[in-house]
């Protein structure tokens, strides 16, 4: 989870204790969001992912920083860990990843991440968490597909966006395409993680 309950807390939420699994579950949904959007795990964790090798002697790895390499496994064969060097953005071996056309698959083991999560994803995750308890205390929890534009008192009238960025927004969980760029472009990887454990 990229914040906690005392996160919420200090942002100025009061939350009763009837509310704290609601909250748990707001928290997780926020963080999966927030993550997925990243396209990598933000928060320091040990993932399990599979590439494929090219003749570059860096493999890069999602999930920056890399704190420490396990284990690498090229083709199910386990390679000495004097073979390469561990570099923040990934692994370094002389030799390159690949030998000729053959392009192997390689299985890297690995603790990456931020040991603690910057202030200002603290504050999108909460700004989500704080929507979602809004939307439930207030029985609203509805999906929307345009903001409110403008309004009228005299023959009281409402417009909504029907196009723009505004219509993004469906729950409090959703993020609008500029922030999930955003996310993409600051913790971004190349490679596909398979597994976290």
């Known amino acids: ?10 942002w100025g939420n009061d939350i009763d204790d009837d509310e704290l699994t609601m909250i748990e579950t707001l928290i997780a949904a926020a963080s999966d969001a927030i993550t997925s959007a990243a ?9 399990t992912v599979r590439v494929i090798g090219l003749p570059d002697r860096l493999l890069e790895l999602p999930g ?5 390499v396990h284990e690498v496994h090229v083709n199910d064969t386990l390679l000495d860990a004097r073979a390469y060097a561990v570099v923040s953005q990934g692994i370094y071996r002389n030799d390159g990843w690949s030998c000729g056309h053959h392009l192997p698959e390689i299985h890297v083991r690995y603790s990456h991440g931020l040991k603690q999560v910057p202030a200002d994803v ?3 995750a909460v700004g989500m968490v704080t929507a979602g308890l809004h939307e439930v205390r207030e029985g609203s929890w509805s999906i929307r597909n345009g903001g ?9 009238r409402e417009s909504y966006a029907t196009t723009g960025e505004s219509t993004e927004m469906v729950t409090p969980m959703s993020l ?10 600051r913790f971004g990887g190349g490679a596909t ?3 976290m454990l």
């Open 122 to 124: 603290k504050a999108l």
């Open 193 to 195: 993680v398979v597994g």
């Open 64 to 68: 920056l920083p890399i704190d420490t």
């Open 1 to 10: 989870m990229l914040i906690t309950i005392d996160d919420v807390k200090a």
């Open 176 to 185: 609008p395409s500029r922030t999930r760029a955003w996310l993409r472009a």
């Open 148 to 156: 409110l534009s403008s309004v009228s008192i005299d023959d009281y």
């Open 39 to 47: 396209g990598c795990p933000i928060a320091y964790r040990e993932s």
